[in-house]
């Protein structure tokens, strides 16, 4: 019969937001519908230029033209789709700075890529993976024998957990897993 040895391996891998989606809104009132329209459209250029210079991953625009009276208000709507925060508030800052009171700004959404959360997952169990081999190499070396082939790895547990909070939008989560390994023993 082979002896064995079985040791527990934990990882946390850290992942940060890959997906950002902010709106930002432009309006502008006037007694001809073309003057609210060109008047938006003036600040709209700089919008997706700033937009396309700050790395955009993709842009979708909505507008909406309303009468109240003698009065034209055009809206134009443009949801912008970003990788980093770092951009998200590079693109803040200068609309805040540069645009007047006719922008708007919108709630912001962090989100996760699914090929992202799933390469995280793969990392943390190959990494918790190697924290337990790391651990029975240890044992084996202090009890003078040598460690043998991995003969069976089972997953205890796994968990996502959020770990930070901008604006109780979670920016970045951790994925948590726990693995047992077996390892022959040879003497």
């Known amino acids: 019969m082979d002896k064995t040895i079985s040791v527990?391996?934990?990882?946390g891998e850290v992942v940060s937001t890959d997906r950002i989606v902010f709106v930002i809104s432009c309006s502008s009132s006037k007694t001809a519908a073309d003057e609210a329209r060109d008047s938006v459209e003036k600040r709209q250029k700089y919008i997706t230029q700033s937009c396309i210079n700050d790395g955009a991953k993709e842009m979708r625009e909505n507008c909406l033209?309303?009468?109240?009276g003698d009065m034209f208000t055009f809206i134009k709507e443009?949801?912008?789709i970003l990788s980093s925060t770092e951009k998200l508030d590079s693109l803040r800052n200068k609309?805040?700075?540069k645009l007047d009171s006719s922008i708007k700004l919108h709630d912001t959404m962090y989100g996760f890529k699914?090929?992202?959360l799933a390469d995280t997952s793969k990392k943390a169990f190959s990494n918790a993976c190697r924290v337990a081999q790391d651990k029975a190499t240890h044992l084996c070396t202090n009890l003078d024998v040598k460690l043998g082939d991995c003969v069976k790895i089972e997953e205890l547990s796994s968990d996502w957990v959020q770990i930070s909070n901008l604006a109780n939008n979670f920016t970045?989560?951790?994925y948590r897993c726990t693995v047992q390994t077996t390892y022959r023993i040879n003497q």
């Open 95 to 97: 609309f805040i700075e």
């Open 8 to 11: 527990i391996g934990s990882y």
């Open 78 to 80: 443009t949801r912008v």
């Open 172 to 174: 970045e989560r951790e």
């Open 114 to 116: 699914e090929r992202t």
């Open 65 to 68: 033209l309303t009468k109240a």
